[in-house]
């Protein structure tokens, strides 16, 4: 955990920047200024060179060969991190755990974890409610979480409008399986269409706007 968190280290330590939400198209609806706020991770100041040189001191205390280029997932995000633990060894813990000190130490509150199955889903979700009073005593705050729900999609709103640490849960299936079909049998993803039931927005907008920077935790 803490050499996850070191990584970013001389990052500047801010509260989360405001942004102007999405709330789609409201029929009837009277809309409020403050119902527009929404809070986002700030971005990563640190420079390419800077990452790469806290990454390469992080794998010397380690003991493991150092990185020669700073890596990215499909070219998004500040860079890639991949750490491997056995089965049992407590990664659940850790990564909450990370969550809670990067936003103690960098003030991000934004992050989503993503699964390989609803059964290892419900095994983390387990696990946020478990360790709730125990990172009550540490940090003196609570995580706001939730499993990612197609057919209940608001949460994505409180997801973006509120400050605190927010974390959403989520397995890859919903990123490749969560399809309906219309009136013409043709298949649609969820996560990536227009939506009449969340005021013509698509979700995945919704969801990662806020992130320029996206810590993103694999339960594997």
Not at 136 to 141: D, F, L, N
Not at 182 to 189: A, I, P, Q, R
Request: with cysteine; glycine share 6%; net charge positive.
């Amino acid at each position: 955990m803490e050499q996850t968190v070191n990584v970013f280290a001389g990052q500047p330590s801010k509260t989360n920047a405001q942004y102007r939400r999405d709330l789609g198209k409201r029929k009837g609806q009277i809309t409020f200024e403050e119902e527009y706020v929404g809070w986002r991770n700030n971005d990563v100041e640190l420079t390419d060179a800077q990452l790469l040189q806290n990454i390469r001191k992080m794998q010397v205390e380690a003991n493991i060969p150092q990185s020669k280029l700073l890596v990215r997932q499909d070219g998004l995000g500040a860079c890639s991190l991949d750490i491997e633990m056995e089965t049992g060894t407590g990664k659940t813990y850790v990564y909450i755990k990370t969550m809670f000190e990067m936003n103690k130490r960098y003030g991000w509150s934004k992050f989503i974890v993503v699964v390989p199955s609803i059964a290892i889903r419900e095994g983390v979700m387990k696990s946020f409610k478990m360790l709730e009073e125990h990172f009550m005593e540490q940090y003196g705050k609570k995580a706001r979480y939730f499993i990612y729900d197609s057919s209940n999609l608001t949460q994505i709103d409180g997801f973006s409008s509120d400050a605190s640490i927010n974390v959403m849960i989520i397995n890859t299936q919903a990123f490749a399986r969560d399809f309906k079909e219309d009136g013409k049998n043709k298949v649609s993803l969820i996560m990536y269409t227009k939506r009449d039931d969340f005021q013509s927005r698509r979700p995945i907008t919704a969801s990662t706007r806020w992130m320029p920077m996206m810590p993103i935790a694999r339960s594997w």
